[in-house]
């Protein structure tokens, strides 16, 4: 890989890297689905995600992500440590 193309963020006119996940929403008085299990860390945090839990792989183990409003618009794999 060449290392000024790994410096480079994303084009403007391909918009930002969402991954389609499968979103399911908790009804009234129902449990809380599980966590969405992903290894995509470089898809966009979409403004529907807040409050959603995702499960992001770190390359050896699953670390869970609770989205917040502040984390919109950033990467999944930001908050992977």
């Avoid at 918009?15 to 898809?43: C, D, F, H, S, Y």
């Amino acid at each position: 890989m060449f290392p000024t193309r790994a410096l480079l963020g994303r084009s403007v006119w391909k918009g930002p890297n969402i991954v389609p996940l499968p979103i399911v929403r908790a009804k009234p008085g129902e449990k809380a689905p599980p966590p969405i299990r992903t290894q995509a860390r470089g898809a966009t945090i979409l403004p529907n995600f807040v409050g959603l839990k995702f499960q992001v792989h770190n390359g050896k183990i699953y670390n869970d992500v609770t989205i917040t409003e502040d984390m919109v618009g950033h990467k999944l794999g930001e908050f992977s440590q």
